[in-house]
């Protein structure tokens, strides 16, 4: 069974939306990690669906190298994102997993991604479900 992380941070929405969507598309066949930045994204996840969740620096540097598949806005792999949720131990060991990552140009920081298309988060959600996640992990 192939194991996804959502990982989120602040409130929790985004990954919430992410989680709720593939368990809708993948019910049981996969197992979802809901892993937060803080307790309330964790919550949220599980809320959502997760099978299993986490929250906090150790929770995510644990788990991270064991995904075979790592979903969340763009700023998880960004230090001192998510208004500083995100530390710089986070973010390592997002970007040093051997998991593919699929990551939703969605930030508070300012910066400016250039060459993206501006969605709403269930369109971009919706193509992640139904097509990047197919083409990085063809075999879920």
Not at 10 to 39: D, F, M, P, R
Request: with cysteine; net charge negative.
């Amino acid at each position: 069974m192939k194991r996804i992380c959502v990982i989120d941070g602040q409130g929790g929405g985004i990954g919430a939306t992410v989680i709720k969507y593939l368990k809708e598309a993948y019910g049981e066949s996969v197992e979802l990690i809901g892993l937060g930045t803080n307790a309330i994204a964790s919550v949220q996840m599980l809320k959502a669906g997760a099978n299993r969740g986490a929250s906090g620096e150790n929770a995510i540097v644990q788990t991270a190298p064991t995904a075979d598949l790592i979903v969340g806005p763009i700023s998880i792999t960004w230090a001192n994102a998510m208004l500083g949720e995100v530390t710089p131990k986070m973010a390592e060991a997002v970007t040093s997993s051997p998991a593919p990552k699929v990551l939703l140009p969605l930030t508070q920081e300012s910066v400016v991604l250039v060459g993206i298309v501006s969605e709403p988060l269930p369109h971009m959600v919706q193509r992640i479900v139904n097509e990047t996640i197919k083409e990085v992990l063809p075999d879920v």
